[in-house]
Every structure is written in C-alpha cells, then in structure tokens.
Nanobody, 124 residues
Framework: QVQLVESGGGSVQAGGSLRLSCADSGRTPSIYTMGWFRQAPGKEREFVATYRWSGANTYYADSVKGRFTISRDNAKNTVYLQMNSLKPEDTAVYYC?????????????????WGQGTQVTVSS
C-alpha cells in the first residue's frame, strides 16, 4: 500500500529556501509519477511540479519555474522539492501526490495517493 510521508516544511523569509521531501514508505511498484500540489487558505489546490519515474521527465507550474526543482532519489524512493527565492505568495500547505499514470494535465483528480500535507510559510 502506498504511504506518502512528507517532511521539510517550515517558515522562512522571502528570498529564502526550503526543501520538501516525500517518501513512499510502501515502495509501491505501480507508481509512475510523483508530484507536488499546494493549497493556500481560501483557494483551490493547485499544481506545483511533477516527476515521471520513467525517463525522469519533469513539469512545473509557470509560477514556480526557475525557482523550484523537483528531483528523485531512487534508492530512498523519495521525491524532493527544492524551493528557492521563495515569495509570500508561495505560502500554502504543500501536498505530495502519486499517480499510476503520467497525467496528461496538471489535475489533482488524476493522482491516486496523497500525503498529509506540510505547511510552508513565507514572510515578507
């Protein structure tokens, strides 16, 4: 069974950096894609970045391109989100997600498994 365990959230000033981690403790072979979404208070959950296991393809939301990097450690079955040049508008709960396919669009409904979420707060 897939169990996504997130860590690495916290508070930082604008311009700072944080690295989020998401481990698949179940080591499920059926996972094809892992990604990150975020949800700010009063807003819908939005796509941030995704990583495709086969081919190591990555895809980013326009709002984070050039600032965030998604990567994977195969041995640890963990995906990371390195967040640099953080802005107050990046403040949200960040969720790790896994899918059994390569989603054709950045839609949360196409992901099968979710972590519990980790809070990221960026102050100005």
């Amino acid at each position: 069974q897939v169990q996504l365990v997130e860590s690495g959230g916290g508070s930082v000033q604008a311009g700072g950096s944080l690295r989020l981690s998401c481990a698949d403790s179940g080591r499920t072979p059926s996972i094809y894609t892992m990604g990150w979404f975020r949800q700010a208070p009063g807003k819908e959950r939005e796509f941030v970045a995704t990583y495709r296991w086969s081919g190591a393809n990555t895809y980013y939301a326009d709002s984070v391109k050039g600032r965030f990097t998604i990567s994977r450690d195969n041995a640890k079955n963990t995906v990371y989100l390195q967040m640099n040049s953080l802005k107050p508008e990046d403040t949200a709960v960040y969720y790790c997600a896994a899918a059994k396919i390569w989603p054709a669009r950045p839609d949360a409904r196409l992901y099968d498994y979710w972590g519990q979420g980790t809070q990221v707060t960026v102050s100005s």
